[in-house]
Structure formats: C-alpha cells, structure tokens
C-alpha cells in the first residue's frame, strides 16, 4: 500500500509559477513510477505529466516546455513544476503512483493503482 498527499497548490495570475509536491508514505524503491493527473469541471481526469521507474518522462503536449516533474533520490516525494500557466490549466491535481516496472510512462488512468486526494489550482486571467 502507498499513500499519497498532494501539497503545493493555490491560486495564481497568469504567467505565473506553481510547485506541488507529493509525499509518498514509502519509497517505490527502483521499480516505481509515479505521475500527475488533473481534473477540470465537467471533464474527465487527464495525464500531465509521468516520470517511470529509470526517471523517464512523459508529458501531454500542454505541459511540454511549460511544466516539469522531477522526484527526489528515495522516490518518495514528486514535484510538478508549473510555469507560464494559463487559466485552461485550472483543475484539480492528482499525484497518481505505481508499484510495478515501467521504462517509459504513459498517461493512462488504468496504469495506476495509487491515487492521492488531489489539491487545487486555480489561475486567473
């Protein structure tokens, strides 16, 4: 079992930066991936961004150049660094984790079994 608790989210302008954190309640230890989800109103959960176990990652094209995860040497903590946001990035965040192998991550819902609570962001025009 993994717990998961998202930190870091607020309210900013435009063009602004976020950070979120996400601490995990034990290490992935080598095998683990971890990534963020969010969740717009009325729109269904969607990847933003994944880092697998050998730290590769993955990002949906409206995070590319804008916003970079990263995670700490223990694997138990995932940052989302978010810069330049826009107020279509508004929503709720999901740290999402995995247990098993995966060299090269995909945003996919199914792939994960750990979920966190979520934090919110919201940015204004």
Same mark, same amino acid.
Do not use: H
């Given at each position: ?11 900013? *302008? /435009?063009? =602004?930066?976020? +950070?979120?954190?996400? %601490? #995990?309640?034990?290490?992935?230890? @080598?095998?683990? &991936?971890?990534?963020?989800?969010? *969740? /717009?109103? =009325?729109?269904? +959960?969607?990847?933003? %961004? #994944?880092?697998?176990?050998?730290? @590769?990652?993955? &990002? ?66």
């Amino acid at each position: 079992q993994v717990q998961l608790v998202e930190s870091g989210g607020g309210s900013v *302008q /435009a063009g =602004g930066s976020l +950070r979120l954190s996400c %601490a #995990a309640s034990r290490t992935l230890y @080598t095998s683990g &991936y971890m990534a963020w989800f969010r *969740q /717009a109103p =009325g729109k269904e +959960r969607e990847g933003v %961004a #994944a880092i697998g176990s050998a730290r @590769t990652t993955t &990002y949906a094209d409206s995070a590319k150049g804008r916003f970079t995860i990263s995670q700490d040497n223990a694997k138990k903590t995932l940052y989302l660094q978010m810069n330049s946001l826009k107020p279509e990035d508004t929503a709720m965040y999901y740290c999402a984790a995995e247990t098993s192998y995966r060299y090269t991550p995909r945003l996919l819902r199914g792939d994960f079994t750990y979920w966190g609570q979520g934090t919110q962001v919201t940015v204004s025009s």
